[in-house]
Every structure is written in C-alpha cells, then in structure tokens.
C-alpha cells in the first residue's frame, strides 16, 4: 500500500484538528483481525491506532505497539471502555462477531452478528457520527442496512461514509482471473454468493481468449471463495490472511482519500465502483442498475431487524 508521506499526515492531521484514528472491533479476536492490526500499524497514514474488543486487547495492543512504525496503539476492552475507544475516530473498521464454519452461509451468522453490529454503529452514531466506517461483519448484504437505519435513526447518517467492504471478492477476481497482481477486475453486488457480480468482460488487461464456460468457472469459484477456504481448513477457520489484506486495502483507500488523494475502490450497494475523497464516497462510477434479487432480500432483511422495537 502506498500513499502520501507521515509528514503530509502531519499536515492533514493539523488542518483537521485532529489525528487519524482507525478502530478495529472483533466481539472475538479471531485469527484475522491480529494480521489486519498488524497492516494498520503498518500503514503510513495511520497516526493513532485504538484497537476494542471485550476482552484481552489490551495484550494485542502492546504486541502491536512494539513495531517500529509511527502510529501510536492503545487497547480497549470492555462495554465501559467503547467511547473511549471511539472518540475521535475518523476510520472504524467492523469485524466484529463469528467467523464462518464447514456448512454455514453467510445468512446463518445474522442473528449472531447482527444485533452486535447494531450496538456498535449506536456507539458510532455518539463517539464519532462523522467516521468511515467500514463494515466487514458478515453477513455484510444485511448489516449494512442495520448500520444505516441506526445512524438514521440517530441523524447521523452520511450515505458516503458507511461502506460494505466487499474488497476480498476484488482480490480474489484478480488471483483467479490471471493469477497476477497487475490486473484490474471490477466486482459489484453484494458479498454473498450469487450477489457477487465479478464483471470480467470489463477486465483489464482484457483477454480475448476466455471462453464462456471460463468466464461462468471463473465468476462462481469468485463467489463460492469464502467457502473455498472455509472447507479447505477443515473446520479450522475460514479466511483471515486475505480478509486482513483486503481489510487493510480499503482502510488504506480511506485514509488515501481523506488525505486528498482519491482511489477507486468497489464496495457493496452502489453496484459500482466509487472514487474515494475528504467527504467519503465522493463520486459513484456507474454501471447501470444491476441490483439482484438475492441481494435486495438481504438488503431488506438487515433493515427489519434494525427497526425491530
């Protein structure tokens, strides 16, 4: 990842009153969300690093700490400490809840994942209402709308600040499409299944040489990739290393925009890709309207859970 230098954080941090903070949930400290620490304290745009969990992040944040890069981490843990943790944030990275089992689908952690999602964006909407705030929690088609109606309900809402972050589907699109690094693959939708819309005809560099039938393997192994892993542990986990990757990729976007320097990113909802600036979400690079109807159920499902009484 690379972007402007510490010192024009500096600046940035000057004109805004204010240090970058990025804040990183996880109602577990799952495998991935350790490495996704470790990228964020890596990142040069990263000043201050708070770090929340219920419990033991205070030792995750002193491990971290001890890297020499320029950002400052500090470990909260406990409901008590959450505003603390909070304050101040201009980037708040969700993983919160459970990670995907042998058999499970995205759907089958909502009712665990969602109502913390939904205490968490109430605490968003009073420490910190003008964040980015990048959703990972799954199933993200419906927590999403549940951070959105909370915010909502709190007036806080900024449609270009609240992302489902969807960037694992982009890296996996670009592995399987040219098992290179250098190529670009659009991937639009959702983040679950059939509402992953990996667009290869808009491919670049473009290959002539892909058949339907190539395209159709290539667009369901990008859709079925969370289950790919998940098997292939054996029960053991589900994807971490290149979920903290692409975590960290789209934090780093974030923080590349806020520091005046837009980047193009794909994330759930806007079926599209989005240039990323100071306000958020400041441009949305359209498609056309490619809604699915799997998605659109999701969509709906989150928003009745979050206006549930």
């Given at each position: 990842m690379q972007g402007p230098s510490k010192t024009f954080v500096n600046l940035i941090a000057y004109h805004t009153t204010r240090t970058r903070r990025l804040h990183s949930q996880s109602a577990r400290w799952r495998s991935w969300?350790?490495?996704?620490?470790?990228?964020?304290?890596?990142?040069?745009?990263?000043?201050?690093?708070?770090?929340?969990?219920?419990?033991?992040?205070?030792g995750v944040a002193a491990d971290v700490s001890h890297i020499n890069s320029p950002a400052q981490v500090e470990g909260y843990a406990g409901e008590e400490q959450l505003g603390k943790a909070l304050e101040g944030s201009d980037v708040v990275i969700i993983p919160a809840g459970v990670p995907r089992k042998p058999g499970m689908t995205r759907d089958d952690l909502f009712n665990i994942n969602a109502g913390i999602v939904k205490s968490l964006c109430t605490a968003i909407a009073n420490y910190c209402p003008h964040a980015l705030v990048n959703m990972i929690s799954n199933p993200v088609n419906s927590t999403v709308p549940i951070a959105a109606e909370v915010f909502k309900k709190a007036g806080t809402y900024d449609e270009k600040k609240l992302f489902g972050v969807t960037t694992l589907d982009v890296v996996r699109a670009k592995t399987f499409y040219a098992?290179?690094?250098?190529?670009?693959v659009p991937v639009i939708g959702g983040h679950a299944g059939v509402t992953i819309l990996p667009l290869f005809s808009q491919a670049t560099p473009k290959s002539n040489n892909l058949s339907d039938e190539?395209?159709?393997?290539?667009?369901?192994?990008?859709?079925?990739?969370?289950t790919e892993v998940v098997e292939a542990k054996a029960g053991k986990g589900s994807a971490t290393l290149s979920m903290a990757y692409a975590g960290a990729v789209f934090a780093d976007a974030c923080l590349m925009g806020l520091n005046g320097v837009p980047d193009i990113v794909e994330c759930t909802f806007v079926q599209s890709s989005v240039r990323l600036g100071k306000n958020g979400a400041d441009e949305v690079l359209g498609l056309g309207p490619l809604l699915k109807p799997e998605l659109k159920a999701s969509i709906e499902k989150g928003i009745q859970f979050a206006n549930r009484s």
């Open positions: 969300v350790q490495p996704l620490a470790l990228l964020m304290k890596l990142d040069p745009l990263v000043s201050s690093l708070s770090l929340y969990d219920i419990a033991n992040t205070p098992a290179k690094a250098n190529v670009n190539e395209i159709k393997a290539l667009t369901k192994r990008t859709q079925d990739g969370g």
